[in-house]
């Protein structure tokens, strides 16, 4: 009896054993992830699915997938992560963190990751312009994923009770006014438009500045052009859409509530990323269309939305199994796949060849719109000390809009400023 006891016990132990080996074998390398949501809605559970899904065929890569909030969210706990003994191996961060996490000397460039041909192919397959914000020095550091232009929502419905055509959504800044007194409502029930001016009100500036002939920064990231007249001229023309053509409410409006404001029909138009476009889509009880934003000089729009980034704190394994996953969800058709769950763009050509999104921009034409005005896009603000720049000029925004300062005046101070910050890179 005790050696068969003794022989069951050897035989268990056997078999445990052969079990932690197999688990040990199939999980090899361990991955923690960080990642952010800046528009609300259900996008943790589409991006754990994919980590998920990942994980299902690479039975020897863990992914701990740690949804951190918003994008300032999720860089500071990125960052700290990389501090602490317990550093993330990769994160998407905002596109625009790239000189910042380049200083810290916290990344490592995809080029010295990436070994094939075919990963070589990979790498240079994104489109352009959401490559200006994650290339530098001649190198990729950031490869786009959640990525987005600012779209110009509006309600068909409030356009036909306004006497508008639906299908001729506001095409110039004079269209917008002249469009914008019409829907607004003498008992201030419906506002004609809305602009969001916390959250990110530099990145809505930076429409505003390229359709007046501008641009915020050059492409170094070390000069910045806030007092040229052409950029005060266009902070003026935001300040009169509230306060002398009255199509806006003057002083701020809010980001996180705007999306909700529309969909209530407290403003018939709203600029906003087209990372929202599923959200409205899934709960508008009235048509509403897409448009791009209308033109002053020229149309124009920065991108945004985030970029994968692969810490330098991360050995080679870990680097090749971030990379594989990076490549396994900005794959076309799962890309496709989160454009049509989210409304980001799909980040490649490639993603709308994908019968996926041909199919779905057919049916739903506002999904093509953010892609199409690419044609007109240009990199969002990014430039080292990029943290204390952008708050400078978000500062200086919300103070012209709310009245206490002139446009001249907040913008020459944003700019000495970012001078001040930026003469040891030059």
Not at 79 to 101: C, K, R, T, Y
Not at 375 to 385: D, G, P, R
Not at 399 to 411: C, I, R
């Amino acid at each position: 009896m005790q050696k068969t006891l003794r022989k069951m016990s050897l035989g268990i132990a056997a078999s445990v054993g052969m079990a932690l080996s197999s688990a040990v074998a199939w999980a090899e390398t361990e991955l923690t992830m960080y990642y952010p949501v800046a528009v609300g809605g259900p996008l943790t559970k589409v991006v754990d699915g994919m980590v998920s899904d990942f994980m299902a065929e690479n039975p020897d890569i863990k992914v701990n997938a740690i949804y951190a909030g918003n994008y300032n969210d999720a860089r500071i706990k990125a960052l700290a992560a990389l501090e602490s003994g317990e550093p993330a191996q990769l994160s998407v961060m905002f596109s625009i963190d790239l000189n910042e996490l380049r200083e810290l000397d916290a990344i490592v460039p995809f080029d010295e990751v990436v070994k094939t041909d075919e990963e070589k192919a990979w790498l240079n397959s994104f489109y352009p312009s959401l490559m200006e914000n994650g290339t530098s020095v001649g190198k990729t550091w950031g490869i786009p994923f959640q990525r987005s232009t600012i779209v110009m929502y509006y309600n068909k419905d409030a356009f036909k009770a306004a006497g508008l055509d639906p299908d001729s959504p506001p095409a110039t800044w004079d269209e917008l006014v002249d469009a914008g007194k019409k829907l607004t409502t003498d008992d201030g029930s419906q506002w004609g438009m809305m602009i969001p001016s916390t959250g990110y009100p530099y990145w809505m500036f930076g429409a505003l500045a390229m359709q007046n002939g501008e641009v915020l920064m050059n492409g170094s990231g070390d000069t910045t052009y806030f007092d040229k007249p052409g950029v005060v001229e266009a902070l003026n023309f935001w300040k009169d859409l509230g306060s002398k053509h009255k199509v806006m409410p003057e002083g701020t409006i809010e980001w996180g509530t705007l999306r909700q404001n529309f969909l209530e029909g407290k403003t018939a138009i709203m600029w906003h990323s087209t990372g929202n476009l599923t959200a409205v889509k899934n709960a508008a009880k009235f048509d509403f269309g897409v448009a791009m934003l209308p033109a002053g000089k020229r149309r124009g729009t920065p991108t945004g939305g985030g970029n994968f980034y692969i810490f330098k704190k991360s050995s080679e394994e870990e680097r090749a199994a971030s990379l594989k996953l990076i490549r396994f969800m900005t794959d076309p058709e799962r890309s496709a796949n989160w454009s049509v769950q989210t409304g980001y763009m799909g980040i490649s050509p490639a993603s709308y060849e994908t019968e996926t999104l041909k199919n779905y921009v057919k049916e739903f034409p506002p999904a093509a719109v953010a892609r199409d005005q690419l044609e007109f896009a240009t990199a969002e603000l990014a430039t080292f000390q990029a943290g204390r720049i952008r708050k400078s000029l978000d500062d200086a925004i919300q103070a012209v809009l709310v009245g206490s300062k002139s446009s001249e005046e907040a913008l020459e101070e944003a700019q000495a400023l970012a001078d001040r910050i930026l003469k040891d890179y030059r």
